[in-house]
């Protein structure tokens, strides 16, 4: 057991005097491309990584539940599951859990009161879905706790709406989807249609790292809305139910219907579906030229049609470029505006390729980057069982 899942377990000892009856984890996840596609029905490849959310839960005999966040100086929370469940008025993190049990009882599953303790090592506002991990971890700890009878995939979609509907932010299935269903060592091909979910190894020679700009990201909801906005538009001036129900040639023929902006947005889309497709083939071929350019023209596309990087990420992005080459691959990843970079490298570029950050980035940005190497991880579970699995694997 590691030290988050220690001090998780050891706060939910001291604060309700009793040992929980179970510890599940829900990985943060890295999406390696396919950005801004999931909420158009299209395709992404992310993986989740070793940095997660930790939930020790127990059953109460009343109805009330109670929640310490590690996180937060231990602040609690508590509320009654015979009362409607309302938003927390100055409480962000208690939403997200509140809204996970809300939606578990608007789809009629029947909860007990719990105990919980919750702490995470996801970092938070980077864009590496610490919310995700939240939700999807809350609703596994009640799923276990009450035998519910949710698939994974149930799982990912009551943490999304949870987040649509409660905390309200309109974001679409990948996140809850990697968290709960990620595999070790592989990334995952989901359609974000048919939440069809297809492994791919990442090549053997490759290492993930992840470098957060700590450029606050300004703007990302309205942002975000408005970009959502503009592909639904563009899909109902092309006449299709979404922007993945054309090719690019055929759009390149009608794009002149849209105006220039729409145009813009749409052809960052469906030209981004068609090179996540292109780098899922690539992963399998174990082609690293061409996961690089299709990683690089993944990030010019996000620059200049989407218009979703800012002046930080783009440095980053050509700092890592330069020593990296078609070694590997680099791109802003996550909604934008800030947040991180994801790049694919070999091992013996990791200290290169972090020096020149280290000694570049704060000239031309006046911040200092955070840098994670990661591993792609399994998806979200009780702590216990994964650690017997993994033992059985060895």
């Known amino acids: 057991m590691n030290a988050l899942s220690n001090d998780v377990k050891q706060v939910f000892e001291q604060h309700f005097g ?3 009856k179970h510890l599940v984890q829900a990985p943060g996840r890295v999406n ?18 070793n940095y997660q959310t930790v939930v020790a839960i127990s059953p109460r005999e009343d109805s009330q539940v109670a929640v310490v966040a590690l996180d937060y100086q231990q602040q609690t929370d508590q509320f009654n599951l015979a009362q409607p469940i309302a938003s927390h008025p100055d409480k962000l993190w208690a939403n997200y859990i509140r ?15 719990a105990n919980i303790a919750v702490s995470g090592n996801v970092p938070q506002g980077a864009g590496l879905s610490s919310s995700a991990a939240l ?10 706790m009450c035998s519910l009878p949710l698939t994974q995939t149930a799982i990912a979609q009551i943490g999304q709406q949870a987040e649509n509907d409660f905390v309200g932010c309109n974001c679409g299935i990948m996140d809850q989807l990697i968290s709960a269903q990620g595999q070790d060592q592989q990334a995952m091909l989901i359609d974000c249609r048919s939440l069809a979910l297809q492994p791919v190894s990442i090549p053997e020679s ?13 703007l990302v909801e309205s942002e975000y809305n408005t970009r959502r906005q503009q592909c639904e538009e563009a899909a109902r001036a092309l006449g299709i139910p979404a922007l993945r129900d054309i090719s690019l040639s055929e759009f390149l023929q009608k794009k002149t219907a849209l105006e220039p902006v729409v145009a813009k947005r749409a052809h960052h889309v469906i030209s981004e579906n068609e090179r996540t497709l292109a780098a899922s083939q690539a992963f399998k071929d174990n082609d690293i030229a061409q996961i690089s350019a299709l990683m690089k023209a993944s990030h010019q596309s996000m620059r200049d049609d989407f218009e979703i990087t800012v002046a930080e990420i783009d440095a980053l992005v050509d700092i890592l470029d330069q020593v990296i080459g078609e070694r590997g691959g680099v791109r802003m990843t ?11 490298l070999p091992a013996d570029l990791i200290e290169p390729a972090t020096v020149a950050v280290e000694q570049q980035y704060p000239t031309v940005s006046g911040l200092e980057a955070s840098i994670y190497v990661c591993q792609a991880s399994a998806g ?11 033992k059985v694997k060895a």
Do not use: W
């Open 135 to 144: 939700e999807v971890a809350i609703a596994q700890g009640f799923t276990l």
């Open 334 to 344: 996550g909604g934008g505006f800030g947040g991180c970079v994801v790049a694919l």
């Open 99 to 113: 809204g996970v049990i809300y939606v578990l009882q608007q789809k009629g599953h029947a909860l007990t009161g």
């Open 206 to 218: 490759l290492q993930v790292m992840i470098i957060n700009s700590n450029k606050q990201r300004g």
């Open 380 to 390: 979200a579970g009780e702590i216990a069982a994964m650690e017997s699995a993994k």
């Open 32 to 49: 390696l491309i396919g950005e801004h596609t999931d909420y158009n029905d299209g395709f992404v490849l992310p993986c989740a990584i």
């Open 18 to 20: 009793q040992a929980p």
